[in-house]
DNA sequence: TGATTAAATCGAACCGGTTCGATAGAGCTC
DNA sequence: GAGCTCTATCGAACCGGTTCGATTTAATCA
């Protein structure tokens, strides 16, 4: 690997002429700047990026840090970031905590030993000492999709409230009034917001709510299915089910097929967040879904307006909540 | 940020005896191993990785490189590797190249200007040129999902060949004869390797392929769509159709949804490979699907110990190819 | 006790860049 | 031609570690 050295050397010129023409040509007068040209391409030199970040005290990468790249929300959100990073010279990094805290404390601060010039975060902690971690960080970070109470960070979402009201909504109109909320984790702000969300519509059009109608299905594929399976086999059933998230209402499908239930024939279904195959899954769920390309695009640019404007560093974080989308299937019947 | 000549300071020793005492703790004397662990402490002194990395050439990463991290396959050996490595000391980086082959070369080069410990990489190219940059390569990789011709590395894989022929012996063994393939593209060692293990069987069975029954869809999920449209409007139609992949098979059933076709009953369907959800979706796929488990062990096995054992990194390069598993479902009908 | 060897520690060079104050020279003014 | 300002370039220090040959100290042996 040639060094900038060998760029010195074969160009005549110091070591101090070469880093300040390829940082800074217009520094340098045409002639020096021509030889130095010819001379990078003649022994092939391409700056080490380590000892780059190293003496510059950070480096041209951004991290992406959630808790299941897997999850195809988080994927089009890093596409969306990845393709507006890469335009403006920096790189991706993608790290994956799946979802424990302290894996992804560990990872954040190995990302910030690698001097990234900043981080887009989807948060998985929520106590005081997570707040503080994060806080105590100095490099720019967006934080996206959970709202921690405490963090001051620009803050990317959607509407959660509005999302789980949308659906109670619907189903309200469709007729049903036993309405069955399969919750997130309670830490969760987007879980939170979401059961208000549910209960404040069911609240305003003067239902009262059955306490067996409200499980906890932690947002997982197997909590949800547990949970699914209390609320069915209940005496008095639900007419309709809300699931908090794709992963809850989809087990609940799958407990509703199990136990010989039809939808919507016996039960209506509808959930926040889509998968990655809802169009052949049937019967196709009727959903409110998060723009995610949106999300993305918002995040990337100001993450990147941060690391790139010397005065974006300093702005007050600012929060962006988007609007969802409500998108019509057919497991909602009217009754 | 405390460096390690504060350290040093503190403990009245040199700079250089405080890296030998925490690089190899066995070469110092009891007394000054002491004193220098209380003074890490007492300064809280964390070893820069970067600074680590440029002076001994490397770091204690490893980079995971793939052209679609969302995928559910690569999520899983994701995680596999990332487990084991993270035992071992490493930090698994991801970068995803959206299936690009430039996009993937910068990203491979820039892994190395990390100064990456090793790579796990599917290959998303296959011509000459990129054969050469594999090769030219000089770190451990160990190379899965697809075996490119030429390219001399360890590699992980299935047995793709077994995988189509295991299908289409099911759809013989229910009395199809009329068998469709929607396959993926000829560039890829995994489409090929399926194709010839339908068309093998398909021969074996002393059954000659109408021509028309073989479609191209590219892996994808647009074209999947489209090649099974062109199956489904033929005057003659097939009795079953063999997806190459998970999304050209799940294409082809929203294509029979739309137009009408029940599956199993109007055709059967099988495919490779698994997806997310496809326990909720109807029918059941029958299907053959890959131990990801067992492959993202392998490979986390046998990169890690390249990287960590001396003499590993001159082994000679070798193949590991499993065994997929046949999974039945309710989509293929007995005629 | 002096010579020999092993163990512990150190100093300096190095990894490959960046940055900043110093210096030399060119161009301009009076 | 002295004095001044600008521009181009350079040297040296620095980022924060590692490594290796040299040196000091301690232990072993004749």
New interface residues.
């Given amino acids: 690997m040639a060094t900038i050295r060998d760029v010195a050397k074969l160009a005549d010129v110091s070591v101090s002429t070469v880093s300040l023409a390829l940082s800074n040509p217009a520094r340098v007068s045409q002639k020096t700047l021509e030889k130095i040209r010819h001379a990078v391409a003649a022994v092939g030199f391409?700056a080490?990026?380590?000892?780059q970040?190293?003496a510059r005290g950070r480096s041209r990468m951004v991290g992406f840090v959630v808790g299941n790249?897997?999850?195809?929300f988080f994927?089009d959100i890093?596409?969306e970031l990845?393709n507006y990073a890469?335009d403006h010279g920096h790189?991706?990094?993608?790290?994956?905590s799946?979802g424990k805290t302290e894996?992804e404390k560990a990872?954040v601060e190995?990302l910030i030993?690698?001097?990234m010039a900043g981080l887009a975060l989807a948060p998985s902690g929520h106590d005081q000492d997570y707040v503080d971690f994060i806080g105590g960080l100095n490099i720019p970070i967006v934080c996206f999709d959970q709202k921690v109470a405490g963090i001051e960070r620009d803050f990317v979402g959607s509407d959660n409230h509005l999302a789980g009201a949308m659906l109670t909504e619907h189903l309200l109109q469709l007729g049903h009034r036993r309405i069955a909320f399969i919750a997130g984790p309670s830490h969760m702000h987007t879980a939170t917001e979401r059961y208000r969300g549910f209960m404040d519509t069911m609240a305003n059009a003067g239902i009262e709510v059955n306490p067996n109608f409200v499980v906890d299905g932690q947002f997982t594929r197997t909590a949800g299915y547990e949970a699914a399976m209390r609320l069915l086999i209940q005496p008095e059933r639900p007419t309709a089910i809300l699931g908090a998230n794709n992963a809850v209402a989809?087990s609940a499908?799958?407990a509703m097929?199990e136990l010989g239930f039809r939808c919507p024939e016996d039960i209506s279904l509808a959930m926040i967040d889509n998968?990655?195959?809802s169009?052949?899954?049937?019967p196709r769920i009727t959903m409110v879904v998060q723009d995610t390309l949106a999300l993305g695009g918002i995040i990337a640019r100001r993450l990147m307006h941060r690391i790139t404007n010397p005065q974006g560093a300093v702005e007050p974080p600012q929060d962006f909540v988007l609007t969802p989308k409500f998108v019509p299937g057919n497991s909602c019947r009217r009754i």
Same sequence: chains 1, 2.
């Fill in positions: 391409v080490d990026p380590l000892a970040s190293l790249v897997g999850n195809p994927g890093r596409r990845e890469l790189f991706v990094l993608v790290t994956d799946s894996r990872m190995h030993g690698l001097k989809l499908l799958q097929q998968v990655q195959w169009s052949v899954i049937t």
